[in-house]
């Protein structure tokens, strides 16, 4: 997942967002449980849907009652991986559980900052002894949760994920696994990875995913429904999108933005516009790239995305402590922000720090 954060005061604290526990504790605590709910960052996406998925399909193979809670709208394409499985999708907090449904315990996967969480913060709030966190990303917020599993080198949430379900079911490989908890898992470390284009796959991500198809996932079938079901509303962003590129610093930066009379125009929503920022990547000058994104008249959605450092060229431009710089986080190569600003003065600021970090 790529963070979108807020410009809002933060409380994370790089330092402090660590580890604290590892997965046979958190094994065990799932384990004592009678009910968990599980939930992640709002918009999920490929890696926080399939790592909500598998654990839930490992907790109900335990007898345990449990439920993922999906914050906000997701693509439609997501629809034939989750099936039958019970699912809740929430706007708010009025719809979480509480009394005698209070949860006995809430993992929340793929993210651990509040930025991220907004739909459940009030409810979240006063119960962090019943929370764990399972998280890849750089920055979070340690208040959020008594337990926290943070795996910075791994390139999805799903990576940990898999392991839990794995121990979980006392199992010598994930390639024994379920085929409906492996397809998920799969999913997510998939799309997390670019379909396994990006610069965050590494030995462990291939080991991971052979052992996935060994389980019997179908490549081809989770390729084909994620990935070849656009709807002609996207094709329209897109298009909306590319004509409003812009290149910038000797044309290695390259802006794109979206206004909300080009969803309106397109018919389309939010989720259909995402994987737009990995278009101008293909211009060989291109070191990185944002897509504004105009939520209303103060707020911009940003996207960014950055090329891996070349042997003996350019180096690497960090889009993460770019995204800081603007209230957002994520990774080096993938990150992002909301700029409580219009989008011509966000776009400003995004060129002028993009700019200067081209150096």
Request: include cysteine; charge should be negative; hydrophobic fraction near 40%.
């Amino acid at each position: 997942m790529n963070q979108q954060a807020s410009t809002a005061p933060d409380t994370s604290d790089p330092d402090l967002w660590s580890s604290n526990t590892d997965l046979d504790a958190i094994a065990q605590r799932l384990r004592s449980a009678r009910s968990v709910l599980l939930l992640t960052h709002s918009r999920p996406d490929g890696d926080a849907i399939g790592s909500t998925l598998a654990v839930t399909r490992t907790l109900h193979k335990l007898g345990i009652e449990a439920r993922p809670v999906y914050m906000g709208p997701w693509a439609h394409r997501f629809d034939e991986i989750v099936d039958d499985t019970p699912v809740l999708r929430i706007g708010g907090p009025g719809q979480l559980p509480g009394g005698a449904d209070e949860p006995d315990v809430i993992l929340i996967l793929d993210t651990g900052s509040w930025s991220q969480l907004a739909e459940a913060r009030d409810w979240l709030k006063g119960r962090a002894e019943r929370i764990i966190v399972i998280d890849h990303h750089l920055h979070g917020d340690p208040a959020l949760a008594s337990m926290r599993l943070i795996e910075g080198k791994a390139s999805a949430a799903c990576q940990p994920a898999a392991e839990l379900c794995r121990r979980m079911l006392d199992l010598q490989s994930a390639s024994e696994l379920p085929v409906e908890i492996a397809e998920p898992l799969y999913l997510g470390l998939a799309t997390d990875t670019g379909w396994f284009r990006h610069s965050n796959v590494k030995p462990a991500v291939f080991t991971l995913a052979g052992e996935l198809l060994k389980a019997g996932v179908n490549h081809s079938n989770i390729y084909e429904a994620i990935e070849q079901s656009d709807t002609a509303a996207r094709l329209c962003l897109i298009g909306r999108a590319l004509a409003s590129l812009k290149l910038h610093a000797d044309n290695q930066v390259a802006v794109m933005s979206l206004t909300r009379q080009d969803f309106k125009d397109c018919g389309g929503e939010l989720e259909d516009s995402g994987g737009v920022t990995d278009l101008p990547m293909s211009v060989e000058s291109v070191r990185v790239a944002a897509v504004l994104t105009e939520l209303d008249d103060k707020l911009t959605k940003l996207s960014l995305r950055s090329k891996p450092a070349r042997r003996g060229g350019a180096k690497l431009i960090d889009v993460n402590q770019v995204a800081i710089t603007l209230g957002g986080g994520g990774h080096a190569q993938a990150s992002g922000a909301k700029i409580h600003e219009p989008l011509d003065t966000a776009r400003r600021l995004v060129i002028e720090a993009l700019t200067k970090a081209t150096g």
